[in-house]
């Protein structure tokens, strides 16, 4: 799944950076796995605590869509990622952001220092939009080169 919180004062997104491969360095709106057992929006809550310490109980989530991503390696085609995410959106949070976690940083950005930044994912333009409206049902397939892994 992946989480999209919005900072309203500040008018800025909640983004993290990978400093873990595959993927290194890559900016984009955290994501997590869904346990077994657990729901969607009970995942939000506790990948939003376990990943940047802030407070989003289930409730204050708001599903904007589904996006299904397969990954191709680019210089041989093989299909390396085959994943379906479930987005959710909030800008209702309590307590204090932190920084760093085990395999990233967290920052408050606009979408425009992400789209700015050379290492984003080809997907963030499907997730802006979720940032901003329901995006329904969303299919893409993209290709990372070696270096990416």
């Avoid at 997590?32 to 929006?41: A, M």
């Avoid at 940032?131 to 049902?137: K, W």
């Amino acid at each position: 799944m992946i989480c999209i919180v919005y900072d309203r004062k500040a008018d800025k997104y909640l983004i993290q950076q990978r400093l873990k491969n595959p993927f290194f360095g890559f900016m984009t709106f955290y994501s997590g796995k869904v346990r077994w057992g657990e729901t969607i929006l009970e995942t939000a809550e506790r990948e939003t605590e376990e990943e940047t310490g802030l407070i989003v109980p289930a409730k204050d989530w708001e599903h904007r869509g589904i996006y299904h991503e397969i990954v191709r390696h680019k210089n041989t085609g093989e299909v390396v990622e085959d994943k379906i995410f479930h987005i959710v959106y909030t800008d209702k949070f309590s307590g204090e952001m932190m920084v760093d976690f085990e395999g990233g940083k967290n920052f408050w950005l606009d979408l425009d220092d992400v789209r700015r930044d050379p290492k984003h994912f080809h997907s963030f333009e499907i997730e802006a939009r979720a940032a901003e409206r329901n995006i329904g049902f969303v299919e893409q397939i993209d290709e990372y080169g070696g270096e990416d892994f």
